[in-house]
């Protein structure tokens, strides 16, 4: 029984290693998606699908946030901060990271943005890319990984 323990505990912490073991194709692939299904049904629909915790958006660390460009997260699954203005808002490094996504987006259309952001497991700032790629007329959706 105690083996047994033992290896259930060691496969949980390889898990939570792997968990963020994301790479920058797995992430562009998923906002590709969430672009996909936001010209399919519309920005309203998907936006609210984006938001909801365990929708087709949530795949536990690879997840989708939207934010208008004015910086107003417009859906979330992680954190209850849909509506909260991020504009301004700066991680350790002082990157504006919102107003960047932003500023990729409506000058290019898509494309990552580099930043700084408190790491799940270990509480530490870590380097982090996030994807970004417009939608509608007035928003964006992304999803990042740690570098």
């Known amino acids: 029984m105690t083996k047994l323990i033992k290896l259930g505990a060691a496969f949980l912490l390889m898990s939570a290693t792997y968990a963020f073991a994301l790479t920058a194709d797995e992430v562009k692939a998923h906002v590709m998606k969430g672009k996909a299904y936001c010209d399919e049904v519309g920005v309203a629909k998907c936006v609210a699908e984006i938001g909801k915790k365990g929708g087709m958006f949530d795949k536990g660390d690879l997840y ?10 417009t859906g979330h699954p992680k954190k209850p ?7 301004r808002y700066k991680d350790k ?3 504006q990271l919102f107003k960047n996504f932003i500023d990729v987006v409506k000058a290019k259309g ?3 943005s580099d930043y700084v952001w408190a790491h ?17 007329e007035n928003q964006l959706i992304g ?3 740690y570098k």
Not at 81 to 87: E, S, T
Request: aromatic share 14%; net charge positive; glycine share 18%.
């Open 110 to 112: 898509s494309g990552w």
């Open 120 to 136: 799940p497991t270990t509480g530490k700032q870590a380097p982090k890319s996030s994807f970004v790629i417009g939608i509608g």
């Open 93 to 95: 490094a002082g990157n």
């Open 81 to 87: 901060i849909a509506g909260k203005n991020l504009y």
């Open 64 to 73: 989708i946030w939207a934010n208008d460009f004015e910086g107003v997260i």
């Open 143 to 145: 999803a990042g990984y």
